[in-house]
């Protein structure tokens, strides 16, 4: 992530971990698919971009083995300790602020950041200048916007009442400069920036425990912003996460857009 005091759901906050498990969860065997696919192997030198957990970037040490590299940046590398050892090497680093950690990249890959990076253009724009020519850049990003629904299938209150708590959340994001349709414009971003052989697809889970592993740490993170902005009562969020709790309703996370392609 890129530093910002108003930076909604930081590292240091208790309920990371457990949104970097539910991440996990959901969404690595699409980012490993995509990884696999772009040739990710042995000696490869790899910079994996607001890492945050350790999932992806144990992963990528695994392909590129002892002869390979791979640069893990954040700007809060706390929940990274246990990747801290060759061939990884973790640094604090601000991607929308800050040069790149090196250059003469073959793979550059950042999931669920750029959404949440002020200067996102400038972040893309340095990713890009740090791959060698022929180097792969994956980008995998959310979309509230295209699907902005924890319960996509509204039949009830409990129902009602997660999806207004989503809008809230929504607009806690907003007003801290998350660009909540950006997902969908990667590939256009790729392409413009003078990438080649760019294409994208889409990720979107509908219901599965991660899923409500993830709504229930994210709203438990941020619900003291949600009860100050007058976007919701303690009351609603008790409320809501013992319905999470008790499990029987299908909950659902923005879709994630990857797009791809290759520096000429």
Same mark, same amino acid.
């Given at each position: ?11 240091? +906050? ?10 996990? =969860? ?7 698919? *995509?990884? #696999? ?10 910079? #994996? ?11 990528? $040490? ?39 950690? !090196?250059?003469?990249? @073959?793979?550059? *890959? %950042?999931? &669920?950041?750029?959404? *949440? ?5 400038? =972040? /893309?724009?340095?990713?890009?200048? %740090? ?8 980008? #995998? ?7 902005? &629904?924890?319960?996509?299938? #509204?039949?009830?209150?409990? +129902?009602?009442? $997660? ?8 607009? &806690?994001?907003? @007003?801290? !400069? %998350? ?55 303690? +009351?609603?969020?008790?409320? *809501? /996460? ?8 299908? /909950? %659902? ?7 791809? !392609?290759?520096?000429?």
């Amino acid at each position: 992530m890129t530093r910002s005091d108003g930076y909604l759901l930081d590292n240091r +906050q208790s309920e990371a971990g457990e949104r970097f498990a539910a991440f996990a =969860a959901l969404f690595d065997p699409t980012t490993f698919r *995509h990884l #696999e696919a772009l040739g990710v192997g042995p000696g490869w030198r790899c910079w #994996e971009v607001g890492a945050g957990g350790t999932s992806v970037v144990s992963w990528l $040490a695994k392909k590129v083995g002892p002869t390979g590299r791979v640069v893990a940046t954040d700007i809060d590398t706390s929940q990274m300790a246990a990747a801290a050892r060759p061939p990884v090497e973790v640094r604090v680093h601000d991607v929308g602020a800050e040069e790149p950690p !090196g250059d003469g990249f @073959d793979l550059v *890959h %950042a999931r &669920l950041v750029l959404v *949440h990076v002020p200067d996102r253009e400038r =972040a /893309l724009r340095s990713m890009i200048s %740090a791959l060698r020519p022929g180097g792969r850049l994956l980008v #995998e990003d959310a979309d509230p916007a295209l699907q902005p &629904l924890t319960c996509p299938d #509204e039949y009830g209150p409990e +129902q009602q009442l $997660a999806n207004g708590l989503r809008q809230g959340l929504r607009k &806690l994001l907003a @007003d801290r !400069g %998350a660009d909540l349709s950006y997902g969908r414009r990667l590939p256009r971003l790729l392409r413009s920036a003078g990438l080649d052989r760019v294409e994208a697809d889409g990720y979107f889970p509908v219901a599965s425990p991660a899923c409500a592993a993830l709504e229930s740490a994210t709203i438990r993170q941020v619900r003291d912003r949600l009860v100050t902005a007058g976007l919701a009562t303690d +009351q609603d969020i008790d409320r *809501h /996460l013992a319905n999470v709790a008790a499990g029987g309703m299908d /909950l %659902a996370t923005a879709p994630m857009i990857s797009a791809w !392609g290759r520096k000429p």
